[in-house]
């Protein structure tokens, strides 16, 4: 069976930079990506990196401001945050998928999930 395991996130001053690592074991995924959680909204995705890395998707709202990798030699992905805003604050999600058919964003292709992390950013 697949697992993400998340580490990384916390609380930080708006303008600072935090950063999410997520371990995947069991399974060899295809798309792995980035969703977040604030309270009362639905979950959104932030950003997505195809296996190979050549393609990468990024929310409009933390373009410029997050990176996302991938070491597929660690089975990790990654979400560097910089610039961060109050309003990035969230539970922030890592999941993965096996299909490599269908849109990056479509978040009912994503199998797998990682346990949440939170992320607050103050003002």
């Known amino acids: 069976q697949g697992q993400l395991v998340q580490s990384g996130g916390g609380s930080v001053q708006a303008g600072g930079s935090l950063r999410l690592s997520c371990a995947a074991s069991?399974?060899?995924?295809?798309?792995m990506g980035w969703f977040r959680q604030a309270p009362g909204k639905e979950r959104e995705i932030v950003a997505a990196i195809s296996r190979g890395g050549l393609e990468i998707y990024y929310a409009d709202s933390v373009k410029g401001r997050f990176t996302i990798s991938r070491d597929n030699a660690k089975n990790t992905v990654y979400l560097q945050m910089n610039s961060l805003k109050p309003e990035d604050t969230a539970v922030y999600y890592c999941?993965?998928?096996?299909?490599?058919?269908?849109?990056?964003?479509?978040?009912?292709?994503?199998?797998?999930w990682g346990q949440g992390t939170q992320v607050t950013v103050s003002s």
């Open positions: 069991g399974r060899t995924f295809s798309t």
């Open positions: 999941a993965a998928r096996m299909s490599f058919a269908g849109a990056m964003t479509t978040t009912g292709l994503y199998n797998y």
